[in-house]
């Protein structure tokens, strides 16, 4: 029987992915131990940058949080991006784009995306990002098996379509079906 607690969280926009704010520059800032009485040992499995959001899964269980993070499951997110992205543009993204990571130059690797049409799948908040009077936008999938810091952000801007909202919904089998901030306590995660 596995002694170590796992939890999913929609992580909303906002929240810093750790729960000790150790930076001076990082004052008042949310962090994950404000949305529920985590245990101590817990810890992010990956991360999402203050303004992304979405799912985000938790353990005790250092292993297989290195595991995760290491073995090339499938991540998947939906970004809002600034103008109508091409089919063009997504067979781009999907041979891999060259992004800079740790000041080097860095090329991603192939990885599955797609247009989105419709969003009704999935539970968003209403968040506006920007006025509709600054043009139109497009919502894209994205699947990889990496995550070099900050890698959609940089992978769309590569191609010329900034990402306004970032929301990850998949990693492996898990899937995002809570309510923004929910917290679940899991046996195990479906990878």
């Known amino acids: 029987m596995d002694s170590h607690k796992h939890f999913i969280l929609h992580k909303p926009f906002g929240y810093l992915s750790q729960f000790v704010n150790n930076q001076n520059k990082r004052k008042n ?17 990956g991360r999402l940058d203050q303004n992304s959001e979405g ?23 939906y970004a809002l991006v600034d103008g109508l ?20 130059a860095y090329r991603t690797k192939p990885c599955k995306v797609k247009l989105i049409k419709q969003l009704s799948h999935i ?17 894209i999938s994205l699947t990889l ?5 900050r890698q959609v952000r940089k992978m769309t801007a590569a191609v010329g379509f900034p990402t306004l909202r970032l929301i990850r919904v998949r990693i492996g089998a ?18």
């Open 55 to 77: 799912l985000l899964l938790l353990t005790t269980d250092g292993q297989l949080s290195h595991y995760i993070n290491s073995s090339g499951i499938e991540k998947e997110y």
């Open 85 to 104: 992205i091409t089919e063009n543009t997504i067979e781009k993204l999907s041979y891999g784009v060259t992004i800079t990571s740790n000041s080097k």
């Open 145 to 149: 098996t990496e995550g070099k810091f």
């Open 29 to 45: 800032k949310w962090l994950l131990g404000e949305l529920y009485p985590f245990p101590k040992g817990v810890m992010p499995i």
């Open 174 to 191: 898990t899937q995002l079906n809570l309510d923004s901030g929910k917290v679940k306590q899991v046996e195990q995660f479906q990878l």
């Open 123 to 139: 539970p968003l908040a209403d968040r506006s990002v920007r006025d509709p009077r600054h043009g139109p936008t497009s919502w």
